[in-house]
C-alpha cells in the first residue's frame, strides 16, 4: 500500500485545470484539459462541468462541487475524487474561489491521468473497455489519497455510488463504483459474488452456511461475505468444488 504526495503527483503526472464560473460554468481550460476531456473545439465555454462527464460519473462531480462550496471560504480544503471513464482513471481536486469580498465567485478543478499508475496493460482482452487492469486501487482518506495494491485486497463491498475497499489492515472509501473495478480488475483473482460484493478467491478460507445461504469466510476478513444464489455455482467451480450435494467446509488446500 503506498501514500502518494501532492508534490509527487505534480512532478509524475500532466495535470488538467478548468475554471468554473458561480454557476459552474466552463470560463477556461487549459490544453491538457482541453485534450482529455470530450470538448468541442469549436464551442468549449459555457457550458456545465458535468456535460463533460460519463452520465455515471455526473451524480460524483456534482457531489464534489456542493462539498467544495460549502466549505469555509476562508480556508478550504480541497475536495478529492477518483472517476473512471474510458480506458482512463482521474483524480481530481476542486476547491472554491472567493473574491475580494469574500464571497464564492467560482470554483478551479484540477485532474490528474493516474492510469498508468494504477493500471497494467491486459493484452489478452478482446474487450476496449478492459485493456487496463488495476494493479492499485485509490481510496481516498482524509482527503488524501492512498493506493492500495490489488493482491493486498481480500473484498470490496459496494455503498451505493461508492465502495469500501477491505484489506486485513484496513477499511478504505473508495470513490468508484463496484462495477467500474469489476471491469477492471484481473478475472483469473477476483469474483463478483454478489451484486454488492466483490471478493479475492486467494483468500477464500472457508465456506459457511448461513440460514441456508452460501458464505465465505476470508482470510483476515471479521465477517463472512454473502453470496447470492446465481453465483454460487460459479464460484465452486472456480474453487475446484463440486457444484451440488454435501455440506460447504473448509476450502480444499486450506488448512
Given at each position: 500500500m503506498?501514500?502518494?504526495?501532492p508534490?509527487?503527483l505534480?512532478?509524475r503526472?500532466d495535470?488538467?485545470i478548468v475554471?468554473?464560473?458561480?454557476?459552474?460554468?466552463v470560463v477556461?481550460?487549459?490544453?491538457?484539459a482541453?485534450?482529455v476531456?470530450?470538448?468541442?473545439?469549436?464551442?468549449?465555454?459555457e457550458?456545465?462541468?458535468?456535460?463533460?462527464?460519463?452520465?455515471?460519473?455526473k451524480p460524483?462531480?456534482?457531489?464534489?462541487?456542493?462539498?467544495?462550496?460549502?466549505?469555509?471560504?476562508?480556508?478550504?480544503?480541497?475536495?478529492?475524487?477518483?472517476?473512471?471513464i474510458?480506458?482512463?482513471?482521474?483524480?481530481?481536486?476542486v476547491?472554491?474561489?472567493?473574491g475580494?469580498?469574500?464571497?464564492?465567485?467560482?470554483?478551479?478543478?484540477?485532474?490528474y491521468?493516474i492510469?498508468e499508475?494504477?493500471?497494467?496493460?491486459?493484452?489478452?482482452?478482446?474487450?476496449?473497455?478492459v485493456?487496463?487492469?488495476?494493479t492499485?486501487?485509490?481510496?481516498?482518506?482524509?482527503?488524501?489519497i492512498v493506493?492500495?495494491?490489488?493482491d493486498?485486497?481480500?473484498?470490496?463491498?459496494?455503498?451505493g455510488?461508492y465502495?469500501?475497499?477491505?484489506?486485513?489492515s484496513?477499511?478504505?472509501?473508495?470513490?468508484?463504483?463496484?462495477?467500474?473495478?469489476?471491469?477492471r480488475?484481473?478475472?483469473d483473482?477476483?469474483?463478483?459474488?454478489?451484486?454488492?460484493?466483490?471478493?479475492?478467491l486467494r483468500?477464500?478460507?472457508q465456506?459457511?452456511?448461513e440460514?441456508?445461504r452460501?458464505?465465505?469466510?476470508?482470510?483476515?476478513a471479521?465477517?463472512?461475505?454473502p453470496?447470492?444464489?446465481?453465483?454460487?455455482?460459479?464460484?465452486?467451480?472456480?474453487?475446484?468444488?463440486?457444484a451440488?450435494?454435501?455440506t460447504?467446509?473448509k476450502r480444499?488446500?486450506?488448512p
Amino acid at each position: 500500500m503506498q501514500q502518494v504526495s501532492p508534490l509527487y503527483l505534480l512532478e509524475r503526472f500532466d495535470v488538467g485545470i478548468v475554471q468554473l464560473d458561480a454557476e459552474r460554468r466552463v470560463v477556461g481550460m487549459n490544453d491538457y484539459a482541453r485534450r482529455v476531456l470530450p470538448v468541442d473545439q469549436k464551442q468549449p465555454f459555457e457550458r456545465m462541468v458535468l456535460s463533460f462527464h460519463p452520465e455515471r460519473s455526473k451524480p460524483k462531480v456534482e457531489f464534489l462541487l456542493d462539498q467544495a462550496a460549502q466549505c469555509p471560504v476562508t480556508n478550504p480544503p480541497p475536495m478529492t475524487m477518483i472517476i473512471n471513464i474510458p480506458e482512463r482513471v482521474l483524480l481530481i481536486k476542486v476547491t472554491c474561489l472567493a473574491g475580494s469580498a469574500g464571497r464564492p465567485i467560482g470554483y478551479v478543478l484540477v485532474f490528474y491521468d493516474i492510469t498508468e499508475f494504477v493500471s497494467a496493460e491486459d493484452a489478452s482482452s478482446a474487450r476496449p473497455d478492459v485493456r487496463r487492469r488495476l494493479t492499485k486501487i485509490p481510496t481516498v482518506a482524509n482527503q488524501r489519497i492512498v493506493f492500495v495494491d490489488a493482491d493486498d485486497v481480500l473484498c470490496i463491498h459496494s455503498e451505493g455510488h461508492y465502495t469500501r475497499v477491505v484489506t486485513a489492515s484496513a477499511n478504505r472509501f473508495c470513490n468508484l463504483s463496484i462495477g467500474d473495478i469489476e471491469s477492471r480488475l484481473d478475472p483469473d483473482h477476483f469474483m463478483r459474488v454478489h451484486r454488492s460484493h466483490i471478493v479475492n478467491l486467494r483468500a477464500v478460507a472457508q465456506l459457511l452456511r448461513e440460514e441456508g445461504r452460501l458464505a465465505l469466510q476470508l482470510e483476515d476478513a471479521p465477517q463472512p461475505v454473502p453470496v447470492s444464489r446465481a453465483s454460487a455455482g460459479a464460484l465452486l467451480e472456480r474453487l475446484g468444488m463440486p457444484a451440488a450435494g454435501g455440506t460447504p467446509a473448509k476450502r480444499q488446500g486450506s488448512p
